[in-house]
Nanobody, 122 residues
Framework: QVQLVESGGGLVQPGGSLRLSCAAS????????MGWYRQAPGKERELVAATSSGGRTNYADSVKGRFAVSRDNAKNTAYLQMNNLKPEDTAVYYCNAEIMGYTGDGRYNQYWGQGTQVTVSS
């Protein structure tokens, strides 16, 4: 029905940068919010950054000033620019989107990507 595919993760040194992408495809009529979550071993999944269809953004306190979330509605794609990365940012990053399909139930449903690993280490 709907697929979210993340890309852009990898291994970087502290202070480095990465840009994650999340491309949504399939039965998509409208996308409301898109966001990024992360989960480190032994910890709960947490919201990193999110953006509404109108451009409102929300960030975890730990990433404010370093990360920036954006989206390209024409491409059904969200991005997460990560700068000045720290070892504490190491986690699997998951894309989340609220999507209404043409042939669905007329409601926004939550979808998740499979995740992309970000490792920050010297």
């Amino acid at each position: 029905q709907v697929q979210l595919v993340e890309s852009g993760g990898g291994l970087v040194q502290p202070g480095g940068s990465l840009r994650l992408s999340c491309a949504a495809s399939g039965n998509i009529f409208r996308i409301n919010a898109m966001g990024w979550y992360r989960q480190a071993p032994g910890k709960e999944r947490e919201l990193v950054a999110a953006t509404s269809s109108g451009g409102r953004t929300n960030y975890a306190d730990s990433v404010k000033g370093r990360f920036a979330v954006s989206r390209d509605n024409a491409k059904n794609t969200a991005y997460l620019q990560m700068n000045n990365l720290k070892p504490e940012d190491t986690a699997v990053y998951y894309c989340n989107a609220e999507i209404m399909g043409y042939t669905g139930d007329g409601r926004y449903n939550q979808y998740w990507g499979q995740g992309t690993q970000v490792t920050v280490s010297s």
